[in-house]
């Protein structure tokens, strides 16, 4: 389990939404959220955590590809002057639309919260339960900017 799974997870026994991948965009993804948890539990909007499609979202660059051999395989893109291979099921397309990593594939995004004034209290309190999960938070400190968080 990488750190993202378990600052989801971790985060979650302290009552937060943690969402990979809502969607599009940040006034979207406000829009999208869920009222409730899968138990029933209401979700608290100055504890929630997530990030978009568009922090997520990967732009393929498709080239001829010397394992199909020009045949033209679904999911090739050049990474520097490496050709990489994905396959369809390593990514989240849950969102119409939208080609997204996964956690699993990624090592870091943006994330939004609620930057009120209770939002940034809660999410300061959480910051020592990221670094616990093994991830690192970078960020201002301030409501008005979104924080870096990576993980390995």
């Known amino acids: ?8 997870q971790r985060l979650r026994e ?7 991948n809502l969607p599009c965009c940040q006034s979207c993804a406000w829009d999208e959220l869920p009222d409730m948890f899968e138990d029933g539990a209401d ?10 499609s568009q922090d ?20 090739c893109e050049w990474v ?5 291979i994905y396959s369809e099921d390593e990514f989240d ?9 996964t956690p699993e594939h990624q090592s ?3 994330f939004c919260f609620d930057g009120s004034k209770q939002g940034v209290k809660n999410f300061k309190a959480i910051i020592p339960i990221i670094e616990e999960c093994g991830c690192k938070v970078h960020w201002n400190g301030k409501g008005n900017s979104r924080p870096d968080i990576s993980w390995h």
């Open 1 to 8: 389990m990488n750190g993202f799974r378990k600052l989801q």
């Open 14 to 20: 302290e009552g937060w939404y943690v969402g990979w």
């Open 43 to 52: 979700i608290d909007s100055s504890k929630v955590l997530f990030n978009h």
């Open 56 to 75: 997520c979202e990967i732009e393929f660059e498709f080239v001829d590809c010397d394992k199909c051999e020009g045949t033209g395989c679904d999911f």
């Open 80 to 84: 520097g002057a490496n050709k990489v």
């Open 93 to 101: 397309i849950s969102v119409s639309g939208f080609v997204c990593f």
């Open 108 to 110: 870091e995004s943006t």
